[in-house]
């Protein structure tokens, strides 16, 4: 596999980054996933917008090469023969040589930026969707600003674990009572005709998916109301889903042990899924 380092295109073997970088000792970094489908990128404009904004919330400069991210992109998804698969991208906070928890100057320290494709045959046909997955609830115990997309994933790894330990497939982070968004995707529950999913804030990272199957519900009269739901809530809904660059539209078909209907993905999921797979892959870069 080629990966991107810093301005060079090398194979996976040959890339390095100092250990005294902050994204290895400190977390101190971002990172966005894009799909391709078909060999190309998916709401690629929102994952390079939350980029800039999750760089612009922790002070850090845009990488030089910022304005070339399609370019980059591109180029990884074709040399290394990507149909189905996604992009990751990393940006931290680089390093000036030493460890500090002191933010090195901006002026001096280039962000480190690397870039890997995952090739994934049949991402958008994955057994998953057909069957849906389900979840537990976990306490939230992250972080108050999980609207920026940080490389701080250890909560959400042990949340997954959780799950698994639980025989189960992921986890909804609850918090005051209330589900905040699964481990890595945001969490919807489906009652009579409205789609629930919480409203943005810091307690959630604002989904580029989320944005996007939200617009094409509205579009398509499907009734939304953006609010926290409680899990007892979420047992007792007709259907639920998640949604995410990775996964687009996930039916969940279990809430911690309770069948939600007759246990398959409901129809709202399915439509879903099936709308925002054909517009995302016509408006594909
Ligand atoms: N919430 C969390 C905590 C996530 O990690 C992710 C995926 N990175 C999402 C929501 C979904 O965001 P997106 O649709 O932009 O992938």
Redesign the pocket.
């Known amino acids: 596999r080629t990966v991107y380092v810093n301005g060079e295109y090398l194979p996976e073997t040959e890339a390095t980054v100092s250990i005294f970088d902050r994204g290895f000792l400190m977390a101190d970094g971002v990172?966005?996933?894009t799909s391709v489908l078909g060999g190309r990128l998916i709401?690629f404009d929102?994952?390079l917008a939350?980029l800039e904004r999750s760089l612009s919330e922790l002070d850090m400069l845009k990488p030089a090469v910022f304005d070339d991210l399609l370019d980059i992109h591109r180029e990884l998804v074709r040399v290394n023969g990507i149909t189905d698969g996604l992009v990751y991208l990393q940006v931290t906070r680089g390093s000036d040589g030493d460890r500090d928890f002191v933010f090195p100057d901006p002026e001096t320290t280039e962000p480190t930026l690397v870039l890997f494709t995952q090739s994934k045959p049949g991402l958008a046909d994955s057994p998953a969707a057909k069957t849906g997955i389900r979840v537990i609830g976990i306490d939230d115990l992250?972080w108050g600003r999980?609207d920026i997309?940080t490389v701080q994933?250890l909560y959400?790894s042990m949340g997954k674990m959780m799950a698994k330990a639980a025989g189960a497939d992921d986890a909804w982070?609850i918090e005051d009572g209330h589900v905040?968004?699964?481990?890595?995707?945001?969490a919807y529950i489906v009652k009579g005709n409205r789609i629930i999913t919480r409203h943005l804030s810091n307690d959630?990272?604002?989904?580029?998916?989320?944005?996007?199957v939200l617009r094409m519900a509205s579009e398509a009269q499907m009734q939304v109301e953006e609010r926290a739901f409680t899990m007892e809530e979420a047992k007792a809904a007709d259907e639920a889903f998640?949604?995410?660059?990775?996964?687009f539209v996930m039916p969940v078909v279990e809430i911690d042990g309770a069948t939600l209907g007759d246990g398959t993905p409901g129809p709202v999921a399915a439509r879903l899924r099936e709308i925002y797979l054909e517009e995302s892959r016509k408006a594909a870069v």
């Open positions: 990172y966005e996933v709401d929102g994952h939350r992250r999980r997309k994933l959400p982070m905040t968004e699964g481990t890595s995707n945001n959630i990272l604002h989904g580029i998916t989320r944005a996007a998640v949604t995410s660059a990775s996964a």
